[in-house]
C-alpha cells in the first residue's frame, strides 16, 4: 500500500523555471528519500533528508521536510530538459522496517 | 563501479507459467530488495534480503518469492503467473541499513499474455 501522496500529479513548466512537488505522509518515518525515474527505467536516489532535519541541500535541488505536519516539498531551482522524468518520494517507516513506501509520483516535463 | 545489474530486461510469458528474475547488486552491498510497479498501483515493496535472509517481506501471495545467494545475488521467482503480474520489477541494493539511499537497477519488463 502507498504510503505517501504527491501533489502535483503532473507538472509543465519552460527551462529555467523552478519546479516544486510535495508529498504528504501518514506515519512515522526514519527518513525520506526522493528519487527520479526516467521513462519507466529505474529509479535515481536523488537526496535523503533525516527525521530529524528540516532542510537539505544539493545541487539544485532544495529539500524540506516537516515532520509536524508529515509533508515534504522537493523544489528544483533553474530546471532543464534534462529534468524531464517522474518525481517520487518515498518513507523510510519507523514500522515498516527496512521497507520504502512510495507515493505516486509527480510527472515534471520541461520544455525549452 | 558497475551498477544494479538485471536480467532480463524483457519477458513475455504465458498465465500460469512461472518466471525468474535475476539481480546483480553493486559490490558489496549485501541488502537487496525487490519492488514491483504498475501502472495501477504504483511502487509496491516486495521483499528484502540481507546476508541470505529474508529481512522483510511485502504483502504479496506466496506465489511471489526469492533468495539471495552468498555473493549476494538476488533472484526472485513468481509461480503461477496471472495476468495482473505485469508489470516492471525492480531491484534495489544498499551496502547496509541506515541513512543511506537505494540504487537501483533498471528493471525487468514482465509481460504475461
Known amino acids: 500500500s502507498q504510503q505517501g501522496e504527491e501533489d502535483p500529479q503532473a507538472l509543465s513548466i519552460q527551462e529555467g523555471e523552478n519546479a516544486t512537488m510535495n508529498c504528504s505522509y501518514k506515519t512515522s518515518i526514519n527518513n525520506l528519500q526522493w528519487y527520479r525515474q526516467n521513462s519507466g527505467r529505474g529509479l535515481v536516489h536523488l537526496i535523503l533528508?533525516?527525521?530529524?532535519?528540516r532542510e537539505k541541500h544539493s545541487g539544485r535541488l532544495r529539500v524540506t521536510l516537516d515532520t509536524s505536519k508529515k509533508s515534504s516539498s522537493l523544489l528544483i531551482t533553474a530546471s532543464r530538459a534534462a529534468d524531464t522524468a517522474s518525481y517520487f518520494c518515498?518513507?523510510?517507516?519507523?514500522?515498516?522496517?527496512?521497507?520504502?513506501?512510495f507515493g505516486k509520483g509527480t510527472t515534471l516535463s520541461v520544455s525549452s | 563501479k558497475a551498477g544494479v545489474t538485471q536480467t532480463p530486461r524483457y519477458l513475455i510469458k504465458t498465465r500460469g507459467q512461472q518466471v525468474t528474475l535475476s539481480c546483480s547488486p553493486i559490490?558489496?552491498?549485501?541488502?537487496v530488495s525487490w519492488y514491483q510497479q504498475t501502472p495501477g498501483q504504483g511502487l509496491q515493496f516486495l521483499f528484502e534480503y540481507f546476508s541470505e535472509t529474508q529481512r522483510n517481506k511485502g504483502n504479496f501471495p506466496g506465489r511471489f518469492s526469492g533468495r539471495q545467494f552468498s555473493n549476494s545475488r538476488s533472484e526472485m521467482n513468481v509461480s503461477t503467473l496471472e495476468l495482473g503480474d505485469s508489470a516492471l520489477y525492480l531491484c534495489?541494493?544498499?551496502?547496509?541499513?541506515?541513512?543511506?539511499?537505494?540504487?537501483f537497477g533498471s528493471g525487468t519488463r514482465l509481460t504475461v499474455v
Open positions: 534495489a541494493s544498499r551496502f547496509s541499513t541506515g541513512f543511506v539511499g537505494y540504487t
Open positions: 518515498a518513507t523510510d517507516e519507523i514500522k515498516a522496517g527496512t521497507a520504502l513506501i
Open positions: 533528508i533525516r527525521s530529524n532535519e
Open positions: 559490490s558489496g552491498h549485501r541488502s
